[in-house]
């Protein structure tokens, strides 16, 4: 047994990725992934994995460094899933390594983290991103890089491959999340408590939700109030309904929500509401707001699916009253919901954690 003065930088960079998967605030489900460099092996998360169980499970893939940057470098299609770089004879979990495994293998610091941070979504949605992103993290003297929205998979890894050229230890990812790199776990460790510090911003203040007209509104429908109950704030102040209804702001919410979020108003019925869905041949919402009352979800939600909607709602609750927001184009929802590597995650979702 390793005393804990032995403890190995393995043993560090599992205990650092669950402290960020047991953080709601950091990550949501399956969302978020870290990876430790040694030599030519990169030890990363599997897809559909949850970092809160690292240490617990076996959730980190080896994969080949080298070939798989020259690959993403040389548009080889291989990159996009990064199956085929995997150290077959180490990956004792026979698992898949995350599709966000190419950017991990780009940036040549030995540590890397990324994470879905509520604080750096919520600002990164702004229309005045760049110049908040400036200001806040050269005040607390970090060497960072911003880089614009694209497709997680390759289209996200090329970019993030130009960003590295200026070395930076913390990447904005726009409409997405953050990247966090090192020599060590501590120095990451160390460089994700000051950056939450730059970047946190107050949650705006909702009055309690009214879960019992929730429950009269959804009997005998395949609806349920959400059990989070911090989701609910997204339907109880009228800002927050404006910017959760406005548009998709990130990647997993189309993954696991679809492009549309439901909104029913005072005095509408659920059973009305739907039909005009069904009358469409559409798909109902999978979250439906009912104004000033409270979040009802999809029975059919996993627990990835149900973290999601409070994610949403830490993000929207974070939005300065009255901000512009650059929301994903239909372009990039049509690219995210016809995006076959993620087809295995969410079978993964589905059938992981009932
Ligand atoms: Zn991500």
């Given at each position: 047994m390793?005393?804990r003065g032995?403890?190995?930088e393995?043993?560090?960079?599992?205990r650092?990725?669950?402290?960020?998967?047991?953080?709601?605030?950091?990550?949501?489900?399956?969302?978020?992934?870290?990876?430790l460099?040694?030599g030519?092996?990169?030890?990363?998360k599997?897809?559909?994995?949850?970092?809160?169980?690292?240490?617990?499970?076996?959730i980190?893939?080896?994969v080949?460094v080298a070939?798989?940057?020259?690959?993403?470098?040389?548009?080889?299609?291989?990159a996009?899933?990064?199956?085929?770089?995997?150290?077959?004879?180490?990956n004792?979990s026979?698992?898949?390594?995350?599709?966000?495994?190419?950017?991990?293998?780009?940036?040549?610091?030995?540590?890397?983290?990324?994470?879905?941070?509520?604080?750096?979504?919520?600002?990164?949605?702004l229309k005045q991103?760049?110049?908040?992103?400036?200001?806040?993290?050269?005040?607390?003297?970090?060497k960072?890089?911003?880089?614009?929205?694209?497709?997680?998979?390759?289209p996200?890894?090329?970019?993030?491959?130009?960003?590295?050229?200026?070395?930076?230890?913390?990447?904005i990812?726009?409409?997405?999340?953050?990247?966090?790199?090192?020599?060590?776990?501590e120095?990451?460790?160390?460089?994700?408590?000051?950056?939450?510090?730059a970047?946190?911003?107050?949650?705006?203040?909702?009055?309690?939700?009214?879960?019992g007209?929730?429950?009269?509104?959804?009997?005998?429908?395949?609806?349920?109030?959400?059990?989070?109950?911090?989701?609910?704030?997204l339907?109880?102040?009228?800002?927050?309904i404006?910017l959760?209804?406005?548009?998709?702001?990130?990647?997993?919410?189309?993954?696991?929500?679809?492009?549309?979020?439901?909104?029913?108003?005072a005095?509408?019925?659920?059973?009305?509401y739907?039909e005009?869905?069904?009358?469409?041949g559409?798909?109902?919402?999978?979250?439906?707001?009912?104004s000033?009352?409270?979040?009802?979800?999809?029975?059919?939600?996993?627990?990835?699916g149900?973290?999601m909607a409070?994610?949403?709602?830490?993000?929207?609750?974070?939005?300065?009253?009255?901000a512009?927001?650059?929301?994903?184009?239909?372009?990039?929802?049509y690219?995210l919901?016809?995006?076959?590597?993620?087809?295995?995650?969410?079978?993964?979702?589905?059938?992981?954690?009932?």
């Open positions: 390793a005393a032995a403890e190995s393995f043993d560090r960079f599992l650092l990725s669950k402290q960020i998967g047991t953080d709601i605030l950091k990550t949501q489900g399956a969302g978020g992934n870290t990876s460099k040694d030519d092996t990169m030890w990363v599997a897809s559909g994995t949850w970092l809160a169980q690292a240490g617990e499970r076996d980190m893939v080896p080949r070939p798989l940057v020259e690959a993403l470098r040389r548009g080889d299609p291989r996009e899933k990064a199956t085929d770089f995997v150290i077959t004879a180490l004792t026979g698992l898949r390594p995350s599709i966000e495994t190419s950017f991990h293998a780009a940036l040549p610091s030995p540590v890397v983290a990324h994470y879905h941070c509520v604080n750096t979504i919520a600002l990164s949605v991103r760049d110049e908040i992103f400036r200001t806040k993290l050269e005040a607390a003297g970090m960072w890089a911003t880089v614009p929205y694209r497709r997680p998979g390759t996200l890894a090329r970019d993030v491959d130009l960003a590295a050229e200026s070395n930076p230890d913390v990447l990812l726009y409409n997405h999340g953050i990247i966090v790199t090192g020599e060590t776990v120095e990451v460790a160390d460089r994700i408590e000051r950056v939450t510090a970047l946190t911003l107050p949650a705006r203040q909702v009055p309690d939700a009214d879960i007209a929730l429950q009269q509104l959804s009997q005998d429908s395949s609806y349920s109030p959400a059990a989070d109950l911090a989701s609910h704030q339907a109880l102040v009228p800002e927050n404006r959760a209804t406005g548009g998709s702001m990130y990647p997993d919410h189309v993954i696991f929500l679809g492009t549309t979020v439901g909104l029913l108003k005095g509408q019925s659920l059973p009305s739907l005009r869905f069904a009358d469409k559409q798909t109902a919402p999978k979250m439906i707001i009912v000033g009352c409270g979040m009802l979800l999809s029975n059919e939600l996993t627990p990835g149900q973290v409070r994610c949403l709602a830490e993000v929207v609750a974070r939005i300065p009253e009255g512009d927001v650059v929301y994903l184009t239909e372009a990039d929802e690219e919901t016809n995006w076959e590597a993620e087809q295995y995650r969410q079978a993964l979702d589905r059938g992981a954690r009932t």
